[in-house]
Structure formats: structure tokens, C-alpha cells
């Protein structure tokens, strides 16, 4: 294959990854606006598009003649351990984040006078369908047709910032997409690239999230509540940044190093 060949693929195949998001926008558009009216209309939408986006992820990747394992789809040994390791792994970074706020701030988590056991299942469902169509969205086809063609890091690079920017115009501040959108893009999408699968960060993803909503953390939603002593709000929003972005960087260079030390083995 000479050089211009190769360039030329490069750039049908980074049009591909567009337009595959592009499609992916817009299934989750047009869902979300058909269901809005429905009983449960997140839960129905977000189910409804995870399905149809798995379905064009199936599409680009016979498209391109892939593999179904080379965009981490398949099921195999190793799914459900990564994925209950990941889930650990979520949960106790929402763990030391909330231990570091309690410490470092005037920040109380009480029981929640208003949760039931219908809501925590409900969540729960919700949070699981939500990291299934993101990890579909962002660390299969994309991610790893991306790596393919450029290097790894660069491809990581493009998914984090088209990552960032949808959580943009979902209504997230800038503050916030660009750092906790931005560093749970760069752990699950190294996570996705180090296991070649998205079992590992959809478990995480799912933890992160459901875990933060049972300790209070999503609009003081949840199991607890998270209670800030008057006029200290800015403050205690600091210190929880701080909380995440150091649980963050734990498990970032948790991955690296564990992923560098199986290679070097030889072993998965």
C-alpha cells in the first residue's frame, strides 16, 4: 500500500468515524423527542437508542470489514470479571472522593428521607443503560477504528474532546465537561484501548455514575444526601473537584501500570 493509499484511507475512515457519530446524534435526538411524552421517557429512550446505536456499530464496523472483537463487542472470558472489577474500581473512586470531601470540608452525607427502593432500582437501571450507550458511542467503533488508523494516544485525544463537547451541549458548564467529562473520557477510553473490550469501562462508567447518585452527588438525588454547612458551597464544590480529579488520576495510572505489567508477562 504506498503512502497516498494510506493517506487516503486514513481520511475516509476518520469521515466514517464522523458520520458515525453524527448518526449516533441524531438516533438519540429523534428518540429522546418520540418518547419524551411516554411513562419513564429516559429509561425508554436511552433503551431504545442503545439498541439502534449497537445496531450502527454493527453497520460502520462490517462497513469497514472488521472484526466484531477488534471494536471490543464481543463476549468472552474475561468480560465479566473486567466488568465487575471495573464496577469496584468506580465505586470506591466515588468512596475515596466522598471521604475526601467529608474530611476537607464542612460536608455531611445524610440518609435521604425521599428514596425508595423503586427509585434505587430505577437508577440503577437508568445509570447502566447510559454507560452502555456512551461506551457504545464513544469506545467502540470510534475509539478503536481511530487507533487504528493514527496512534492510540491521538485517537484517545479526538473521542475525550468529541466526549467533552456533547456533555457541552447537553448543558454541562465548560468547568465541568472539560474536567470531569474529560478525565472519565481519558480513564475509560485507556481502558477500552488497554483490554481491547468495553467491559472494563463500561463497569467503571456505570459505578462512577450510580455510585454518585446514591451518595448525593447528582443534584442531591439519591440514597444520601450530601449537606453543606451555610456558606460554604463554593468551597466544598472545590474540594469535591479535588476529590475527583485525584480518584481520577489513581485509577488512570492504576490502568497504565497494571496493563504495562501484563503485557510485559505476556499475559490479557
Known sequence: MT???TQKERFYRSIKVLLFYVLSILIFATIAGITKTLMYPNHISILVSTFLTFVLV????KWDKLRFQEVGITFERYSLP????????????VLLQAVIVSNFAQVKFCLSANFSPVSIVSS?????LIACR?????????LRNLAYIMKPLIALIII???FILEHVIAGVSWKMSIL???????LFGLSALKTKGLALPLG??????????????????????????KGNDQYAENVALIGFIVAMSISICGILIYYRRQTNNGSH
Not at 134 to 142: D, H, K, Q, T
Open 204 to 229: 467503571l462508567h456505570f459505578a462512577w455514575n450510580f455510585t454518585q447518585w446514591l451518595l448525593g452527588f447528582k443534584d442531591k438525588t439519591g440514597v444520601w444526601q450530601e449537606v453543606v454547612e
Open 58 to 61: 454493527i453497520i460502520f464496523t
Open 124 to 128: 440503577l437501571l437508568l445509570y447502566f
Open 180 to 186: 470531569g467529562s474529560g478525565f472519565g473520557g481519558v
Open 3 to 5: 503512502s497516498s493509499t
Open 134 to 142: 456512551e461506551e457504545l458511542v464513544f469506545r467502540s467503533y470510534a
Open 160 to 162: 475525550t474532546i468529541i
Open 82 to 93: 473486567r466488568f465487575f472489577s471495573g464496577f469496584g474500581i468506580g465505586f470506591l473512586m
